[in-house]
């Protein structure tokens, strides 16, 4: 992706950063204050236009206004007087008698406004319009064009038709002849970051805060002069409500709810129930080092590394079919593009008639659907998405030839036909980050897809519960092989799954295999389940929903597809 009018390094960037934080807090307070003398010296007590405009945090419009939201604005109400409630996004003034207005709402619905001075004259000596013309004078011309941008405005206006379409805004065939205007919530004289910079791609998710006082740009980092500057992720989140207004993260957020739609309502048409797992366990669930603990009432809390054990109660308790959608969370001090300390997880559980690939199947089927879905769901959104993170379009596997390989046969192709580094790669070895996205570059030359399955992991790259294959079958040194599995898009990983162990002997030997005492906390009540009843073959997944959304859009990161990134480094906002 190109950094346009972004600094040619990322050292040179946080550099200009910090300095133009250091500058635009000076300019703030010197802006401020010559708005404030700007409008003290417009003394609108005299305006026959007065109550047409000004301040009102309930205002009242024409009895004949219909209120309407921008994105419902079309044709029909050419002609016709509305109100409406946006933000006010930039404005110009053309002369004293002429101004122009863009407001927006709703990610990217934006309309042109159009003020014309009706009232001539003089201030002393006012010109009046014929009676039943709308009241605007030039001193209202110049009230509206100086309000702060990305303030919050109600305006009433007459819909009409521009000369020519308005190039600049989404509603480009109609725009609003303004009337009557006022300001319901006023923004900030200087904001801490434009739209226009809120708009850039990111290219910086560094958590680093740049030092101010080593703030001067390094020698050989320029600018283009028209260029706006792309703000570091850590200005976006410092700027959360800027951040979120921007028409691409509106677009996102909107992406990453249909995801969550649309993966409970395909798994509900197929007898599936939800469930709500804890987030508060009382030992690590999965053991480990990367488990947030905190007190709790003279005890020891931990919070859910996933929901894995609970999906197996479930199971064990005769649900036959579950899926949860909550927070996961990872005390992994992981400062990459690919991993936050919180994340949503899409999990699901269901009991095995026949085999395990009935549990592959339901995973992939999903997930494909998920895909396809948005495709036709979200096509707008995914256009906005694309026209500040570029990417190629999503390649779907052709029905019926869905791409399955084994761990053995991802590793051998890789070797194969991947880049020289991997020549010498291990069967027996859990794959790198690398290596899984130079796999998924072969994988989409060579079969033309984005979306993939790994199969039969190594039990080295397995927790305890997966369960072996009943075939004995090894790899590299003599590794036993695996019924788990993991999908991914774009030679990203963003599921993983596979059977369970369900007989509780073979359940604590592997535990014990993997070095775990069976009696410690947690697994001895997650092993002793197991021996309460008998509970039925079964198997399920794990979905990261930020992965799911970040990877299908190909996003740089994917802190940019949740809500609330929460990094080893970042717990606000």
């Known amino acids: 992706m190109e950094e346009s009018g972004a600094p040619t390094s990322k050292k040179g960037a946080k550099k200009a950063e910090a300095k133009a934080k250091k500058e635009a807090a000076k300019a703030a307070r010197a802006a401020e204050l010559a708005a404030a003398a700007a409008l003290a010296k417009m003394n609108v007590k005299d305006d026959p236009a007065k109550d047409n405009y000004g301040r009102a945090t309930s205002p009242t419009f024409s ?38 207005v863009e407001l927006r709402k709703g990610g990217n619905w934006a309309i042109q406004g159009v003020l014309m001075a ?22 209202m011309v110049k009230w509206i064009t100086g309000i702060n941008p990305e303030s919050y405005v109600a ?31 006023s923004a900030p004289a200087v904001l801490g970051m434009t739209m226009a910079a809120a708009s850039q791609p990111i290219v910086n998710f560094s958590d680093e805060t740049p030092k101010v006082e080593d703030a001067e740009p390094e020698k050989g980092a320029k600018e283009a002069e028209t260029a706006v500057p792309s703000a570091s992720m850590l200005t976006h989140l410092d700027n959360i409500s800027m951040h979120k207004r921007t028409p691409v993260q509106q677009a996102i957020a909107d992406i990453r709810i249909e995801v969550k739609k649309l993966f409970r309502t395909y798994l509900e048409a197929r007898r599936f129930k939800e469930f709500e797992p804890p987030c508060l366990i009382g030992a690590a669930s999965e053991g480990g080092a990367n488990v947030f603990r905190l007190p709790y009432f003279g005890q020891e809390a931990f919070l859910a590394q996933s929901p894995q054990f609970y999906k197996q109660f479930e199971i064990a308790g005769g649900r036959e079919r579950v899926f949860s959608i909550g ?28 085999s395990y690939t009935e549990v592959l199947d339901t995973l992939e089927g ?59 790669v291990r069967d027996d070895e859990d794959m790198s980050t690398p290596q899984e996205k130079a796999l998924g570059a072969v994988v989409r030359a060579k079969y033309n897809t984005d979306f993939y399955l790994i199969d039969k992991f190594p039990e080295t790259a397995r927790p305890f519960y997966a369960k072996l294959d009943d075939s004995g079958k090894t790899i590299g040194d003599g590794v036993r092989v695996t019924n788990a599995f993991d999908y991914f898009v774009r030679g990203q990983e963003v599921l993983s799954g596979g059977q369970r162990i369900n007989d509780p002997d073979e359940l604590e030997e592997r535990i014990r295999a993997k070095g775990v005492d069976p009696k410690s906390a947690g697994i001895k009540e997650y092993l002793t389940t197991f021996r309460q009843v008998g509970v039925p073959p079964h198997g399920g997944g794990g979905i990261g929903l930020d992965r799911v959304v970040a990877w299908f859009l190909a996003l740089p990161s994917v802190h940019l597809a949740a809500s609330y990134p929460r990094t080893p480094k970042r717990l606000l906002p």
């Not at 000369?163 to 319901?184: A, D, F, G």
Request: aromatic share 6%; with cysteine.
């Open 327 to 354: 927070p996961v969370f990872r005390a992994e001090n992981s400062n990459t593009p690919r991993h936050m300390t919180e994340f949503t997880g899409l999990d699901l559980e269901m009991e095995i008639t026949h």
């Open 155 to 185: 305006v009433e206006a007459t819909v009409k038709r521009p000369l020519e379409p308005v190039k600049s805004c989404r509603i480009s065939t109609l725009e609003l002849h303004i009337t009557k205007c006022y300001v319901i919530a």
């Open 118 to 139: 009706t009232i001539g004259g003089t201030p002393a000596e006012p010109q009046m319009p014929t009676e039943g013309t709308p009241l605007i004078s030039r001193e």
């Open 63 to 100: 009895a004949d206004a219909v209120e309407v939201e921008l994105r419902s604005l079309d044709e029909s109400y050419e002609g016709k007087t509305v109100a409406i409630r946006a933000f006010l996004q930039n404005s110009r003034i053309q002369s004293a008698k002429m101004g122009f």
């Open 366 to 424: 999903v997930l494909l659907h998920i895909f396809h879905q948005l495709q036709e769901r979200c096509a707008d959104e995914i256009e906005i998405v694309r026209s500040v993170y570029p990417s190629e379009p999503f390649l779907f596997p052709e029905p019926g030839k869905e791409v399955r390989l084994t761990f053995a046969e991802a590793q051998q192709l890789l070797r194969e036909e991947g880049p020289e580094e991997f020549r010498n």
